[in-house]
């Protein structure tokens, strides 16, 4: 059994489309949903998943009205091959249910899986270079190494409570305590 799945982002946006493409492609039931294509709750679309059974073929109009990325739309229809459920969007012409459409998804895999690899060499080639630059990243400490030197010497001379010193220095306790564990980078 073929079975529909259309989605709009908005309720100013219409459906038509997309139900007069699905019913024309033979789905016998047709699902949909009102919402943004970010949103992670869509009832429409977990129904029809929940009524697909293995021999029937989830069919949308086109690839973007399904997945929120490529990743989830990757995701998706791997679980509904999983189950023995087909995929086909329309417009693309992908069709999980033949071998040349099982083709094509995977190489979309192959590339969000190269285009996630690129992004994460990028990030950390960023991250590199900062670091040779003397960037280290990460939130800037609180306190001055002046200041920092003065609470070594407060916590030093037992005079002050860990609290009052804290206070003193305008701290929290365990911010205070972690500046105590990297002593030894300062000195």
């Not at 009102?34 to 009524?51: E, F, I, K, Q, V």
Request: charged share 30%.
């Amino acid at each position: 059994m073929l079975i529909g799945y259309a989605r709009v982002s908005t309720h100013e946006q219409q459906l038509d489309l997309q139900l007069d493409a699905l019913k024309a492609a033979g789905c016998v039931r047709v699902f949909h949903d009102t919402a943004s294509g970010a949103r992670a709750a869509r009832p429409g679309l977990d129904d029809a998943l929940n009524h697909a059974r293995e021999g029937d073929t989830i069919v949308v109009w086109r690839l973007d009205r399904l997945g929120r990325s490529l990743k989830h739309l990757i995701e998706v229809v791997t679980a509904l091959q999983e189950r023995g459920v087909g995929f086909r969007s329309l417009e693309e012409t992908v069709d999980t249910t033949t071998s040349g459409g099982r083709l094509i998804f995977h190489v979309f895999g192959a590339l969000a899986e190269f285009e996630r690899n690129l992004i994460q060499e990028r990030t950390q080639a960023g991250l590199a270079a900062a670091r040779a630059r003397g960037r280290n990243g990460g939130r800037p400490r609180k306190l001055s190494k002046q200041r920092e030197k003065l609470l070594y010497r407060l916590y030093d001379e037992r005079e002050h409570t860990v609290a009052e010193i804290a206070t003193m220095m305008g701290i929290s306790k365990s911010a205070l305590y972690r500046y105590l564990d990297r002593r030894s980078d300062v000195t």
